[in-house]
């Protein structure tokens, strides 16, 4: 079949075969489709797949009978298929055929090569189950691949857990949790450097289930440190919550100031599940004169008294570590304890995350700001952040001042400054 529009197919088809995303296959049957069905130069089907004795289809010929608008022509294409185990993704899509017979005859045909798949192929005839599953019919190639998945050998499940296409990876670690083919300690692990928040959340609730009926031998201290250290904060959340079933509540007192409010949300839980107030603990770190950790503030203003700790609070505000400063701003956010006064010096703070407290926390009042220290620190600060800032707390009340800002600020070198004033 001599034609540009089918040597178009045939590069199509190529770029599928070199190990594409699940996407490169549904792409190459809605294109074939659109070819051969609006008149592209491609001659009728019978004269290039005619099922003459004697001649075999090319696979590429193969491949486009597989996806084309003739349903005969996908049905007599299925029964050919079976000699290139390479096209199997496309029979995967025709488990999901409009046409009885068709889908059918698909289903049979993938049925048929299960058993002999290598964890691979399998896992990428799964990604494309999973990428039609939401199309009309679409739930039969995935529920048979995923019944396969589960009631298959345990290393064709173990072999999809580094698989490329990302549900693959989720429901391989979904099934693997099912049957146990994690040990708690590989749990653990990968719930706490896994990328994918849906494989961190399936590890680190299995880890949880583990400790609490005995880790299977393993000390739950043992499993719970790779989540405690973690940088994800959900993960560390569910080491924090496992501290209780641990017996060891006391030791969720460090995480009362961590970075995560999931984190110190759990953090104060667990304190208070054991008979303690987390209140005084956060009270005395803010009182401390050395050492307050970062996000201790904002975790006061969290279980807190607006009449008692605001005051520490500002205190703290002019604390000199920036991020103790931006989350004191935080906190009296929190507390409904802002003032507008006292917090307009910190627009022009050195740190780019004060000023951005500073600014949230002013927004309610920005009409009462100056307008002329406003117009002032949007076209004249040297640091970009307070230019930035300025301009928000401008846009929130507009009129000529703003319009001002705006007109000098088109041009200015700071990208995220220029392209605020370009939009008026």
Do not use: K
């Amino acid at each position: 079949m001599p034609t540009s529009a089918f040597d178009d197919l045939a590069a199509q088809l190529d770029r599928a075969l070199t190990g594409a995303d699940a996407g490169a296959w549904t792409d190459f049957d809605e294109n074939v489709r659109a070819m051969l069905r609006w008149g592209a130069l491609v001659p009728p089907a019978h004269t290039w797949f005619s099922g003459t004795p004697g001649r075999r289809p090319t696979v590429a010929e193969t491949a486009v009978a597989l996806c084309g608008p003739d349903g005969r022509v996908r049905g007599a294409a299925l029964f050919v298929v079976r000699g290139f185990p390479e096209l199997l993704p496309l029979v995967v899509v025709r488990c999901a055929d409009w046409a009885g017979p068709v889908r059918e005859r698909a289903r049979a045909v993938l049925r048929a090569e299960l058993p002999g798949l290598s964890p691979g192929a399998f896992g990428g005839l799964l990604a494309v189950a999973l990428r039609i599953a939401g199309r009309l019919r679409g739930d039969a190639a995935r529920d048979l691949l995923t019944g396969a998945l589960r009631e298959g050998p345990g290393d064709r499940v173990t072999a999809l857990f580094a698989s490329g296409d990302r549900s693959v990876r989720r429901l391989a670690h979904r099934v693997g949790v099912e049957r146990g083919l994690l040990s708690p300690a590989r749990l653990a692990e990968t719930a706490a450097a896994d990328p994918d928040v849906v494989v961190q959340d399936l590890c680190a609730n299995a880890v949880l289930t583990a400790v609490g009926d005995g880790g299977d031998g393993q000390d739950g201290g043992a499993l719970l440190a790779p989540l405690l250290r973690s940088r994800q904060g959900r993960v560390r959340a569910a080491g924090v919550t496992g501290l209780r079933r641990t017996g060891r509540a006391a030791e969720a007192g460090p995480f009362l100031c961590d970075r995560s409010a999931l984190v110190r949300a759990c953090a104060r839980w667990v304190l208070r599940q054991a008979g303690t107030d987390p209140l005084p603990l956060y009270r005395a770190v803010c009182a401390a004169e050395v050492g307050v950790p970062d996000d201790a503030p904002l975790g006061l203003a969290e279980c807190g008294d607006r009449a008692a700790d605001a005051p520490v609070l500002w205190a703290l505000a002019g604390h000199g570590r920036p991020r103790v400063r931006a989350s004191a701003v935080a906190g009296l956010r929190r507390l409904d304890a802002v003032r507008v006064e006292p917090l307009v010096p910190l627009l022009d703070d050195g740190s780019a995350r004060v000023v951005r407290e500073a600014v949230t926390a002013l927004l309610p009042w920005a009409d009462r700001l100056p307008a002329d220290g406003l117009l002032r620190r949007a076209t004249t600060a040297p640091a970009p952040h307070v230019r930035r800032g300025a301009l928000r707390l401008l846009a929130e009340t507009g009129g000529a001042p703003f319009r001002e800002a705006v007109r000098v600020l088109v041009d200015d070198p700071d990208p995220a400054v220029r392209a605020r004033a370009r939009r008026g």
